[in-house]
C-alpha cells in the first residue's frame, strides 16, 4: 500500500496556502516531501483561475473589498469560485503516478472521491459531463480545479459543507451560466460540519488510490516549509469576518 500524509489546516487566507502548496509540490517532486492530502477553511476570497474571464465577477473589485471578500488570481484550471468558512477545500499534492500519469483519470477520481463521500450524508453524487465537479439533483456541490508539475498535482476541490452559498450570487460561478449552487446540508437537510466531511474523504482518497495518510500536525508542516516567522504569523492570524449585507 502507499503510504502519505493528511494535515488539517483550519482556518487560513487563501494566499499563504497557496505558498504553502507550491512549496510541497516541489518537495514532492524532489523527493523530500511525502505526498500530502491538505484540509483548510478559507477566509472569504475569490480565486480567479487561468480560465479566468472578467464578466464572470458580477460587482467591482472594490465591492467585493467593501464585503469583506479577497480576489486573488491562482493557477488553476477553471474560471472564478468562491471559498469561505463551512467550506471544505481539500488539496491532494499527489504524484500521478498513483493513477498511470493520465490526467482525466484523475480529474474522475477526484469527483469519485465526492461522490463516495457524499453517500455517507444520503446523498448521490453526479457528474455532468462535458462539466468538471459533482452535482446533487441538478445542482452543483463540489467544484473542481488543477494545476499539475511534473506529474505531481496541486490544488483539489471545493465541497460546500453548511456554508453561506449567497456569495455565489456575486459571481457566475465556475463561468457556468444556469446552474444553481448547493450545499451537503441543504440537500440533507441536516447540517454538516466540515470535520464530518472531511473524515468521509479522507477514507475515501484512502481507498480509490489505495494509500495509507498519516495525520501530521498543521504547525510542524508550516515550520517546516514556510519558516518560523511566516509559520507563526500564519497561525495566529486572527479570523477575518465576512461583511455581506
Known amino acids: 500500500m502507499r503510504e502519505g500524509r493528511w494535515v488539517d489546516l483550519g482556518r487560513m487566507r487563501y494566499a499563504p496556502c497557496f505558498e504553502l502548496q507550491r512549496k510541497l509540490l516541489e518537495g514532492v517532486v524532489g523527493g523530500s516531501e511525502a505526498p500530502t492530502l491538505l484540509f483548510v477553511e478559507h477566509e472569504p476570497v475569490l480565486s480567479l483561475g487561468a480560465g479566468f474571464h472578467e464578466e464572470n465577477l458580477l460587482l467591482s473589485r472594490e465591492e467585493y473589498a467593501r464585503?469583506?471578500?479577497e480576489v486573488l488570481p491562482t493557477d488553476r484550471g477553471g474560471?472564478?469560485?468562491f471559498h469561505g468558512p463551512n467550506?471544505?477545500?481539500a488539496y491532494p499534492i499527489f504524484p500521478l503516478a498513483w493513477v498511470d500519469q493520465d490526467l482525466h483519470r484523475w480529474m474522475r477520481t477526484l469527483e469519485e472521491s465526492?461522490?463516495?463521500?457524499?453517500?455517507?450524508?444520503g446523498l448521490k453524487g453526479e457528474r455532468f459531463p462535458p462539466l468538471t465537479g459533482v452535482w446533487v439533483g441538478g445542482r452543483k456541490v463540489c467544484a473542481i480545479g488543477i494545476k499539475v508539475r511534473r506529474w505531481v498535482s496541486m490544488h483539489g476541490l471545493a465541497l460546500n459543507c453548511n456554508n453561506d452559498l449567497s456569495p455565489f450570487d456575486l459571481i457566475v460561478p465556475c463561468g457556468i451560466q444556469g446552474y444553481s449552487v448547493t450545499s451537503v446540508s441543504r440537500e440533507s437537510g441536516r447540517e454538516l460540519t466540515t470535520q464530518?466531511?472531511?473524515?468521509?474523504l479522507l477514507l475515501a482518497f484512502e481507498g480509490?488510490?489505495?494509500v495509507s495518510l498519516e495525520e501530521e500536525g498543521r504547525e510542524a508542516l508550516l515550520i517546516r516549509l514556510l519558516g518560523e516567522t511566516q509559520a507563526s504569523e500564519t497561525l495566529h492570524e486572527p479570523p477575518r469576518l465576512q461583511h455581506l449585507p
Open 114 to 121: 465526492v461522490i463516495v463521500a457524499l453517500r455517507d450524508f
Open 196 to 200: 464530518q466531511a472531511r473524515e468521509s
Open 87 to 89: 467550506q471544505l477545500v
Open 67 to 69: 464585503r469583506g471578500i
Open 208 to 210: 480509490l488510490l489505495n
Open 79 to 81: 474560471d472564478v469560485t
